[in-house]
């Protein structure tokens, strides 16, 4: 039984050997976070696209469906379709035109970040819709199976499920024939296309499909803590979500999920101030730039070919 499988039967069985509510609440936020991580790394790590428009995709879900829920009285389940299907045409038309001007590294980042930040000013401002700066407090619990997910035994699993759904789809498609086509436009564009690869259309499907699932996780994650404000779109976020990645392992699916844990474990283990916590990311990034390229994961694949 490989280590993947002992993790998975870990995670499954961990809120029966915990009873601790700050634990499993580091456990959810984890999870939701590691749903993240693994749908960005699907756009940073297979096609080399460094967008800094998926926090804004993860807080335009979260609004959306709080939106309808308070403002509308929908249904969670309900709520959550149209918002992720109006992530999904903004990440389309944000996609299309990054890559109709064939916008690569600096300058894709750049952009991105430009169309979060203006989403971002739009959620402050509009304060008719979105309480502007001093968000939205989040009473209703959705339910399933005419049951209220209200324990941190739902809340748990609910996240766990989700993630799982994450990995199962980010694989499937990095596994698939369209995978090899991202493995040849992340090497080089112009060799997709002398292959006959549409480049555009593979970005583009592969921005959309990550922006969705960090949609999903935005929607449950807003639901789960009873609050959003419009930070979830800042750069900020956007950087967390890059330092996850940048330290459980690029070239992984299972690496984003180790070091979306490790982060979000870390400020509980050790004490920190928000001022000391950034410089400490930072300091992780860049020993993880410059000693641990392939990240977390990386080191387990080196001690595999050095044995």
């Known amino acids: 039984m490989n280590y993947k499988r002992l993790l998975a039967i870990a995670a499954l069985l961990f809120p029966l050997m915990v009873h601790s509510e700050s634990i499993l609440a580091i456990g959810i936020y984890g999870l939701l976070a590691a749903t993240l991580a693994v749908s960005f790394n699907l756009i940073f790590g297979f096609t080399g696209q460094l967008s800094l428009f998926h926090a804004a995709a993860f807080g335009i879900s979260a609004y959306t469906t709080a939106i309808l829920v308070t403002r509308f009285q929908w249904g969670?389940?309900?709520a959550i379709l149209p918002a992720i299907a109006l992530v999904a045409v903004l990440a389309a038309i944000v996609g299309t035109i990054c890559f109709r001007f064939k916008l690569r590294e600096f300058y894709f980042a750049v952009v991105t970040m430009a169309f979060a930040e203006l989403?971002?000013?739009i959620i402050m401002n509009w304060n008719d819709v979105t309480n502007g700066t001093l968000g939205m407090t989040l009473v209703a619990k959705p339910s399933l199976g005419g049951m209220a997910i209200d324990s941190s035994v739902a809340w748990y699993y609910l996240a766990l499920g989700l993630l799982a759904v994450t990995y199962l789809v980010c694989?499937?498609?990095v596994s698939s024939w369209i995978g090899r086509c991202l493995e040849a436009i992340r090497l080089n564009d112009a060799l997709g296309e002398s292959l006959g690869i549409n480049v555009f259309a593979?970005?583009?499907l592969v921005f959309v499909l990550g922006s969705v699932l960090?949609?999903?996780a935005g929607s449950l994650y807003g639901f789960y803590?009873?609050?959003i404000e419009p930070n979830y779109l800042s750069i900020t976020h956007s950087l967390d979500i890059v330092a996850m990645v940048l330290l459980g392992g690029i070239g992984s699916l299972f690496g984003p999920i180790i070091g979306a844990f490790v982060l979000i474990a870390l400020p509980h283990v050790i004490d920190l101030g928000a001022e000391i916590r950034i410089m400490l990311y930072g300091g992780i990034l860049i020993f993880v730039i410059l000693a641990m390229?392939?990240?977390i994961t990386g080191i387990r694949s080196r001690s595999k070919h050095a044995a």
């Open 76 to 78: 969670f389940w309900t």
């Open 202 to 204: 593979y970005k583009l």
């Open 225 to 227: 803590t009873g609050f």
């Open 293 to 295: 390229p392939g990240g």
């Open 119 to 121: 989403a971002r000013l």
């Open 171 to 173: 694989a499937k498609v």
């Open 214 to 216: 960090a949609g999903l």
